[in-house]
């Protein structure tokens, strides 16, 4: 958790590989693997899962053929393959996709629009939401998923999440209120100001925040709001 500008974002792109963002020092270990050294595509392939605070639109590619592709890749076996060989088969993958819509309450229709494009702020997190339980990752950062969605939107994608998070999912959520966290409760709470974390804690941290807001948290490590 953190306010405007504290480096939330920048941490989750970081950690994903956006090319835009340089590390100058430092490893990020995963499972045995200084990911620092990969691309993206690799990150992704190794488990990590980025879902963004504002996700693109991309007209005239559906969102079955994006998940359909997006599934293939990361769960290929290395090789020299190309091609459709690669991609996973119709039938398996459409089986697979009416279930996971099923169970998060997502009409068939849904698959079929362009990715994003026309939708509400609330779709475009349920398509995230359907990304993520499709691709199966071992790690998700989910950069304000809560961003810019009503109540009963915050409600839906939060249940969501939770029915995902398990022994095989780790979940860091990053968010500047707490009302998410309502239906997700967190084992551990950090707070980011100034591209430091400041405080760790449990979810006392958040219920003080509601409280009192950063402007304590500034005044404890004299960082002044820009």
């Known amino acids: 958790m953190g306010p405007n500008g504290s480096g939330k974002?920048?941490?989750?792109?970081?950690?994903?590989?956006h090319p835009l963002?340089?590390?100058e020092s430092g490893e990020v270990i995963f499972n045995g693997v200084d990911i620092?050294?990969?691309?993206?595509?690799?990150?992704?392939?190794?488990g990590l899962f980025l879902a963004f605070q504002y996700p693109i639109a991309i007209p005239?590619?559906?969102l079955a053929n994006f998940l359909r592709?997006?599934?293939?890749?990361?769960?290929a076996k290395e090789g020299n393959g190309s091609g459709n060989d690669q991609l996973i088969p119709m039938r398996e993958f459409r089986s697979e996709l009416r279930d996971k819509m099923k169970k998060f309450g997502i009409d068939d229709s849904f698959?079929?629009?362009?990715?994003?494009?026309?939708?509400?702020?609330?779709?475009?997190?349920r398509a995230e939401i359907l990304q993520l339980a499709m691709l199966e990752p071992k790690i998700a950062i989910l950069d304000e998923t809560d961003s810019g969605l009503d109540i009963d939107a915050i409600r839906i994608v939060g249940e969501s999440i939770s029915q995902l998070i398990g022994p095989?999912?780790?979940?860091?959520?990053?968010?500047?209120y707490p009302r998410l966290l309502d239906y997700i409760r967190p084992q551990f709470v950090h707070i980011l100001l100034d591209g430091q974390i400041?405080?760790?804690?449990?979810?006392?941290?958040?219920?003080?925040?509601?409280?009192?807001?950063?402007?304590p948290i500034r005044e404890k490590y004299g960082i002044t709001e820009e």
């Open 168 to 176: 095989e999912l780790g979940v860091l959520i990053i968010t500047h």
């Open 198 to 215: 400041v405080e760790s804690g449990g979810w006392e941290l958040t219920q003080m925040l509601e409280a009192e807001g950063y402007d």
């Open 69 to 75: 592709l997006a599934v293939s890749a990361v769960r």
């Open 9 to 17: 974002s920048t941490l989750a792109n970081g950690l994903m590989g």
């Open 36 to 46: 620092l050294e990969l691309e993206a595509n690799e990150r992704a392939k190794l």
């Open 111 to 125: 698959a079929r629009r362009y990715l994003n494009d026309g939708f509400s702020g609330g779709e475009k997190k």
């Open 60 to 62: 005239g590619v559906s």
């Open 21 to 23: 963002y340089g590390i």
